[in-house]
């Protein structure tokens, strides 16, 4: 059977249909206005801390800098899922342009890498500041701060560019993507040609990936004998360290899951458990970091309180 060539490159743009909602639309407004307010919600708590962070100087420290960079990001993954689907549910449509789809996948996918290698990047400031607290402020200066910052993006803008101009020229015999937003592999599987080197990038990307895995380990394997040996060392560890790992276990595992179900979950049956955990990863962790870590780091949560406590008085005084 000849498969029909949608020749994504020529003057008028195809569509792709996304299916993730199963032509299902009787609960719409109920999810539109459900989305609507975890969006505001996921929005207003990282920008918040965000704020925080940034105009409290005695948070300019690389901790809190780099936990501000990962607030960051959530904001670009959530505003890349969130606004189609919006609309999508509001317009009732589940269409996107080829152009659109790029956009979404490029900035997901950026949002992905930056979020586990800002992880790994905190992995290793939280090994240093536990186990070699001495000659913290000599490793982690300004300069490196900004180094490890700037390589975070680089780094992650780099594998999503290549990842992408791959795709760009695989030639596409379909439409369909059975998810609530573009993802790149979803796009890949409707090529007509051979995709061996979109497959082989991929390994190198997961080669990648598997590396930081195991500097992670190793490194909360060390902060963890010496937050074992020290008292100090162990109050530390739950502060700082516990909801960096919450949040790397969380990520991580959604990522996997969502991974595994996508290259080997088919029937139409399973669409709800790729539904869920297709948009773990991009709901939960930018709406669970900022409260994870202004939850449990008392010293986020004091300077808010002050700051904010601050402002209000300023601003009863003015009405008055």
């Given at each position: 059977?000849?498969?029909?060539?949608?020749?994504?490159?020529?003057?008028?743009?195809?569509?792709?249909?996304?299916?993730?909602?199963?032509?299902?639309?009787?609960?719409?407004?109920?999810?539109?206005?459900?989305?609507l307010v975890v969006y505001i919600v996921t929005l207003f708590v990282n920008l918040t801390l965000i704020i925080t962070i940034i105009l409290e100087k005695t948070l300019h420290e690389p901790m809190y800098l780099f936990i501000c960079n990962?607030?960051?990001?959530?904001?670009?993954?959530?505003?890349?899922?969130?606004?189609?689907?919006?609309?999508?549910?509001?317009?009732?449509?589940?269409?996107?342009?080829?152009?659109?789809?790029?956009?979404?996948?490029?900035?997901?996918?950026?949002?992905?890498?930056?979020?586990?290698?800002?992880?790994?990047?905190?992995?290793?400031?939280?090994?240093?500041?536990?186990?070699?607290?001495?000659?913290?402020?000599?490793?982690?200066?300004?300069?490196?701060?900004?180094?490890?910052?700037?390589?975070?993006?680089?780094?992650?803008?780099?594998?999503?560019?290549?990842?992408?101009?791959?795709?760009?020229?695989?030639?596409?015999?379909?439409?369909?993507?059975?998810?609530?937003?573009?993802?790149?592999?979803?796009?890949?599987?409707?090529?007509?040609?051979?995709?061996?080197?979109?497959?082989?990038?991929?390994?190198?990307?997961?080669?990648?990936?598997?590396?930081?895995?195991?500097?992670?380990?190793?490194?909360?394997?060390?902060?963890?004998?010496?937050?074992?040996?020290?008292?100090?060392?162990?109050?530390?560890?739950?502060?700082?360290c516990l909801p960096h790992l919450i949040t790397l276990i969380n990520f991580t595992i959604s990522v996997l899951l969502d991974h595994m179900c996508a290259r080997y979950?088919?029937?139409?049956?399973?669409?709800?458990?790729?539904?869920?955990?297709?948009?773990?990863?991009?709901?939960?962790?930018?709406?669970?970091?900022?409260?994870?870590?202004?939850?449990?780091?008392?010293?986020?949560?004091?300077?808010?309180?002050?700051?904010?406590?601050?402002?209000?008085?300023?601003?009863?005084?003015?009405?008055?």
């Amino acid at each position: 059977m000849n498969r029909k060539l949608y020749k994504h490159n020529s003057s008028k743009e195809f569509m792709f249909v996304l299916r993730g909602l199963n032509d299902s639309r009787t609960n719409k407004h109920i999810y539109f206005a459900f989305g609507l307010v975890v969006y505001i919600v996921t929005l207003f708590v990282n920008l918040t801390l965000i704020i925080t962070i940034i105009l409290e100087k005695t948070l300019h420290e690389p901790m809190y800098l780099f936990i501000c960079n990962l607030f960051l990001n959530g904001i670009c993954g959530a505003s890349a899922f969130y606004p189609k689907i919006l609309a999508d549910l509001f317009l009732d449509s589940n269409i996107i342009s080829y152009t659109g789809c790029l956009i979404q996948m490029y900035i997901i996918y950026c949002y992905l890498f930056s979020e586990f290698t800002s992880l790994t990047v905190m992995a290793y400031d939280r090994y240093v500041a536990i186990c070699k607290p001495l000659e913290y402020h000599n490793v982690m200066t300004h300069q490196k701060v900004v180094n490890l910052l700037v390589f975070i993006w680089i780094f992650s803008l780099l594998q999503v560019s290549v990842a992408t101009v791959l795709t760009v020229q695989t030639p596409l015999c379909g439409n369909d993507i059975d998810k609530l937003y573009c993802f790149n592999w979803d796009v890949v599987k409707l090529s007509c040609t051979d995709v061996t080197v979109n497959n082989v990038y991929g390994y190198i990307i997961m080669f990648f990936l598997f590396f930081q895995a195991v500097f992670i380990i190793i490194s909360y394997t060390r902060i963890i004998r010496a937050a074992l040996k020290s008292k100090t060392e162990r109050v530390k560890f739950m502060q700082t360290c516990l909801p960096h790992l919450i949040t790397l276990i969380n990520f991580t595992i959604s990522v996997l899951l969502d991974h595994m179900c996508a290259r080997y979950g088919k029937g139409q049956e399973l669409q709800t458990l790729r539904n869920i955990l297709g948009i773990e990863f991009l709901v939960v962790p930018p709406l669970l970091n900022p409260i994870i870590y202004g939850l449990k780091m008392n010293q986020i949560r004091r300077r808010f309180m002050q700051l904010y406590s601050h402002r209000l008085k300023e601003v009863d005084q003015s009405l008055n």
